[in-house]
């Protein structure tokens, strides 16, 4: 019998001026525990038996078939780009999750990361966590917080243009499809396998001083529909404005000390976060309301993805930092929680039992 762990980090994306391109892997970890028995004769449907607990159990948006279940879909797909149709006989796989769902802390980039390497684990396929990544942003496109989580730490990230050879098949991308396929038919029968290189990542160094504010209100934030909000095009100025701050914003959170000012005007955004105040109540106010010069430890805050969790990053003072953002949020009828959080720098790890 084989058992292992496999323990895939939250994230946060859009980091500050980072649309799409910078995240930060972060310490509260989506777990898949999985055996796998070739002796056990029981049937479950593909050989795979799924359970759950944690956030999101009893919402009906968790589903335990293990062809619709996120995590064990995504698994099947690696597995039949390798011609193998179902798990091994005796797969069990119970995920405990304590990541919120659609608030803007990569619940869904774990759930991907954590099928990926379920199924080259289940499969034995000795896929490199390079490949890996392939197959994670076949499903996924958003690089800042798959790389994030599958390599783990703060990183920069971007796609390839696809060859044109890559294109052949209607279903590439299979982009954000999972778990209800889209393109052609066989898209469930044959998948496509993923080019290679679709996407690169680099991995930035953080200050040991900095941690993470999570404060997370009591709402979701669908991505489909904060990706609704924004703009065709920018200005050419809003454009540069990010650009400039994205060039600085890795320096500045690498050097120790931090400098809170430097980093303060560093994660300011025009690209998503003033387009998104409608579908998150107070977050303009919160974001204007607090500097290091107001709050001391205070090094910057923003939307964490696409929201409604808002990230503070800081040195110190993180209870009163984080009491101040409440208010804001209970100004507005919403009630939260908080997470301290540190940096994941292992990212999606296997554990051997």
């Not at 038996?49 to 944690?54: I, K």
């Not at 080259?120 to 390079?130: F, M, P, S, Y």
């Not at 890559?166 to 279903?171: A, F, S, T, W």
């Not at 540190?342 to 999606?348: I, K, L, R, S, V």
Request: net charge negative; glycine share 10%.
């Amino acid at each position: 019998m084989a058992a292992f762990k496999i323990r895939t980090p939250c994230s946060s994306a859009n980091l500050g001026p980072g649309f799409d391109v910078i995240g930060l892997a972060l310490s509260l970890y989506l777990e898949l525990q999985v055996k796998i028995d070739t002796t056990d004769e029981s049937q479950h449907p593909l050989n795979c038996e799924v359970t759950f607990e944690g956030l999101g159990s009893g919402s009906g948006d968790i589903s335990l078939d293990p062809e619709v279940n996120l995590i064990t879909r995504v698994a099947l797909y690696v597995l039949r780009c390798h011609d193998k149709r179902e798990f091994p006989t005796g797969t069990k796989v119970h995920i405990v999750n304590p990541i919120p769902l659609g608030r803007g802390l990569g619940s869904s980039a774990a759930a991907v990361v954590s099928g990926v390497v379920l199924g080259n684990e289940a499969g034995e396929l000795g896929l490199t966590k390079a490949r890996i990544l392939d197959y994670c942003l076949m499903i996924e496109r958003h690089p800042d917080n798959v790389a994030a989580a599958l390599f783990g730490g703060f990183v920069g990230t971007y796609l390839n243009e696809l060859k044109s050879e890559d294109l052949k098949r209607v279903e590439i991308p299979l982009s954000e499809v999972l778990p209800a396929p889209a393109g052609g038919k066989d898209t469930g029968l044959t998948p496509p396998d993923p080019p290679h290189g679709i996407g690169h990542y680099h991995k930035f160094q953080w200050a040991k001083e900095i941690k993470a504010i999570c404060i997370i209100p009591d709402f979701q934030v669908p991505t489909a529909e904060a990706r609704k909000v924004l703009p065709q095009q920018y200005s050419r100025a809003d454009v540069v404005y990010n650009l400039q701050r994205a060039a600085l914003l890795p320096t500045a959170l690498g050097q120790s000390p931090p400098d809170p000012e430097t980093i303060y005007l560093a994660m300011q955004d025009k690209v998503h976060q003033p387009y998104r105040k409608g579908l998150i109540p107070g977050l303009t106010e919160i974001l204007q309301s607090m500097s290091p010069s107001t709050e001391p430890g205070l090094l910057g805050i923003c939307l964490s993805g696409a929201g409604p969790t808002i990230l503070a990053l800081a040195t110190e003072n993180f209870e009163h930092i984080a009491s101040k953002i409440i208010d804001g949020f209970e100004a507005q009828n919403i009630s939260c929680q908080w997470k301290l959080l540190e940096p994941a720098e292992g990212g999606a790890v296997v554990e051997r039992l």
